[in-house]
C-alpha cells in the first residue's frame, strides 16, 4: 500500500462506491434473491468489507510504527481517516442536496 493518505482515501471510497453499485444493479435488474443465500452473501460482504478497509486503513502504518517510525505512522494513519472522513461529508453532503432539490 501507499504512504499517500490521499489514494488510500480515494481506493477506500472507490472501494464503497464499486461494492455499492453492484448492489444496485443487482436490484435494478431483479436478481436479489430471496432466500438464506442473502444474508450470507451480505454478512461475507460486511466481513470483506472490513478486511479491505483494515488493510487500506491501517496496514501501512501500522507497519511503520512497529519499524520505529511512530510519528509517521500515527500521521499517516489520521491522515487518511481525515480525508476520507472529507470525502464522506462529499457524499452526505451530495445526498442532502439531491434529497432537497
Do not use: C, K, W
Amino acid at each position: 500500500m501507499t504512504q499517500n493518505p490521499f489514494y488510500n482515501a480515494i481506493l477506500a471510497a472507490g472501494y464503497i462506491v464499486l461494492v455499492v453499485f453492484i448492489m444496485q444493479g443487482l436490484q435494478v435488474f431483479g436478481t436479489v434473491p430471496d432466500n438464506i443465500l442473502m444474508p450470507m452473501v451480505a454478512l461475507s460482504l460486511f466481513v470483506l468489507s472490513a478486511a479491505v478497509m483494515g488493510y487500506l486503513f491501517f496496514y501501512q502504518p501500522a507497519m511503520l510504527y512497529l519499524e520505529g517510525h511512530q510519528r509517521e505512522g500515527v500521521n499517516l494513519f489520521l491522515r487518511t481517516v481525515g480525508l476520507f472522513a472529507m470525502i464522506t461529508a462529499a457524499f452526505i453532503a451530495t445526498l442532502f442536496a439531491v434529497s432537497f432539490s
